[in-house]
């Protein structure tokens, strides 16, 4: 399977862990983003990167959240001290470039209690 | 965060009916993509749309990006059983990387 992959599906933890997510997108895909999605809504962005240059980040991404990319392949995104309101699907997507398509993986679903 | 308007927000069909679903913005985007997501899984792209005024179709898909590239329309025509799922368009703005997504559409098609 060529497509983004994402590990683990699903996460359950309690509140105050931590947490880290992995993302690997299509192999010869620079650009690498990130994505929140709670029930009901349109994800919404969180980071990206080129290469392995964080080039942005949302102000949804508190300080209790960081992202790397440490070769420009694979990411990992990992929530310190999780709450209650972290619980969402964590959503993948790469592209070859600026302005080219975002391909998404299955996301990761964390909850937690 | 920002969010684009889409509508409308859920549609019951029956099967063999087309279906057409819109999303507007304030602002300019340069680039639309329109996405289908099934339950506890990731968005599938379906169109993308990259110049004002395109019409572009994936079988019995089509979506066109509006000339004043604040909106974009999707068709489905023919509706079948498996074209169930959450509709969402995407918008992509001038110097930025991210998307810009709508709340989606909920489609229910009955056999």
């Known amino acids: 399977d060529t497509g983004v992959s994402q590990n683990p599906r699903h996460k359950i933890t309690k509140r105050g862990q931590n947490v880290t997510f992995r993302c690997d997108p299509i192999?010869?895909?620079?650009?690498l983003y990130w994505y929140r999605q709670t029930l009901g809504q349109g994800p919404e962005f969180l980071t990206y990167?080129?290469?392995?240059?964080?080039?942005?980040k949302s102000r949804l991404l508190s300080d209790r959240f960081s992202a790397e990319r440490p070769k420009g392949s694979f990411s990992t995104l990992e929530i310190q001290r999780t709450e209650q309101g972290d619980s969402a699907m964590y959503l993948c997507?790469?592209?070859?470039?600026?302005?080219?398509?975002?391909?998404f993986g299955p996301g990761t679903r964390l909850t937690v209690t | 965060g920002q969010q684009l308007n889409q509508s409308p927000q859920s549609m019951f069909i029956q099967e063999g009916e087309d279906v057409s679903m819109n999303c507007t913005s304030s602002s300019i985007f340069n680039t639309w993509l329109w996405y289908k997501q099934d339950p506890g899984e990731g968005p599938v792209l379906l169109i993308a749309?990259?110049?004002?005024?395109e019409l572009t179709s994936n079988g019995r898909l089509t979506a066109q990006f509006g000339i004043t590239r604040k909106d974009s329309f999707l068709n489905i025509s023919a509706s079948i059983p498996s074209d169930v799922g959450i509709y969402f368009c995407?918008?992509?703005?001038?110097?930025?990387?991210?998307?810009?997504f709508g709340k989606g559409t909920k489609l229910s098609v009955k056999p």
């Open positions: 749309l990259y110049k004002a005024g």
């Open positions: 192999s010869e895909h620079n650009r």
């Open positions: 997507a790469s592209s070859l470039g600026w302005g080219s398509e975002q391909y």
């Open positions: 990167f080129q290469n392995e240059a964080q080039l942005e």
């Open positions: 995407a918008g992509q703005m001038g110097s930025q990387g991210n998307l810009i």
